[in-house]
């Protein structure tokens, strides 16, 4: 019996040389279509997994312990917190906003050789992945510049923090009297 000749061949030597061929190149055709899809299914993957991994690495910023020191109309308030980022990339703090004040901008207080403390504007603030920024007494803070109001204690004032990633978190930080404040920041 041949091999197309209706019957299934029992022996190798049953099946036609031209047969064969066929089977050989099928075998070869199919061998190359595998590899062909193990690659695509393995990039596809690759890339799924990319993609999940940039939205897993996204920065997550959170704002605790915010307070303020109290302050009168007309004249400058400071306000203090942590951020912390639990995400995996860098976010960075640009701007701050509040209503109370003509202008809100996050400051770091450096010490001079001659022991002179003066306050250096913030413009660009990075928050490390895993990382934790403090706004203290003598350290970072946000400058509240001619506020509009008293900042009286027991009292709440919102500010919005802008971050480049994140974008606007607002926040109410609690007022407190400055021997409280210096006492919390110890």
Request: aromatic share 6%; glycine share 12%; proline share 5%.
């Amino acid at each position: 019996m041949g091999f197309f000749g209706g019957g299934i061949p029992r022996r190798v030597g049953d099946v036609p040389n031209n047969a064969m061929k066929h089977i050989r190149k099928a075998i070869k055709n199919w061998s190359a279509v595998f590899a062909l899809l193990v690659g695509v299914l393995s990039v596809a993957a690759q890339c799924g997994s990319l993609a999940a991994g940039q939205t897993g690495d996204a920065p997550r910023i959170t704002v605790t312990e915010a307070r303020a020191g109290a302050a009168v109309m007309g004249t400058a308030g400071s306000v203090y917190f942590k951020l912390t980022n639990e995400g995996g990339s860098p976010d960075y703090l640009l701007n701050v906003v509040s209503g109370v004040a003509e202008a809100a901008e996050a400051r770091e207080t450096m010490i001079e050789a001659d022991g002179m403390e003066r306050m250096e504007p913030i413009s660009r603030l990075e928050v490390p992945p895993g990382g934790l920024v403090n706004f203290e007494i003598g350290g970072k803070h946000v400058m509240l510049i001619n506020l509009k109001q008293d900042l009286v204690p027991g009292d709440k004032v919102r500010l919005t923090l802008i971050f480049e990633k994140s974008g606007p978190i607002t926040i109410e930080a609690e007022i407190r009297d400055w021997g409280a404040m210096r006492k919390h920041n110890m």
